[in-house]
Nanobody, 126 residues
Framework: QVQLVESGGGLVQAGGSLRLSCAAS????????MGWFRQAPGKERDLVAG????????YYRDSVKGRFTISRDNAKNTVSLQMNSLKPEDMAVYYC???????????????????WGQGTQVTVSS
């Protein structure tokens, strides 16, 4: 079965960095658009960053542009999210997701994704 397993979350001070990783199995990874979502308590699950099948196209929500970088390794079936200059408002559970829409422009909502990881907590102290 399809499994997406996130790792790398934790507690960091504001201004610090974390790198999240997601290992995928049970699917043809290179055929999927990959996304990182986050969900804070009482809020919706929002797309933070997305990356195209080959990695040439990326999307970032405005609040993380210039601070976060998404990348993928199709040989290793992994997708990563490098998060720098973390802010308290970045604190949330972060989820890795895989979807099969035709492009990132159609992959901006949670409903656009087919498979999800279990999530990893990111806590940013001020």
């Amino acid at each position: 079965q399809v499994q997406l397993v996130e790792s790398g979350g934790g507690l960091v001070q504001a201004g610090g960095s974390l790198r999240l990783s997601c290992a995928a199995s049970g699917l043809a990874f290179r055929n999927y658009i990959m996304g990182w979502f986050r969900q804070a308590p009482g809020k919706e699950r929002d797309l933070v960053a997305g990356i195209s099948r080959g990695g040439s196209s990326t999307y970032y929500r405005d609040s993380v542009k210039g601070r976060f970088t998404i990348s993928r390794d199709n040989a290793k079936n992994t997708v990563s999210l490098q998060m720098n200059s973390l802010k308290p408002e970045d604190m949330a559970v972060y989820y890795c997701a895989a979807g099969q829409k035709s492009s990132i422009r159609y992959s901006l909502r949670a409903v656009d994704y087919d498979y999800w990881g279990q999530g990893t907590q990111v806590t940013v102290s001020s």
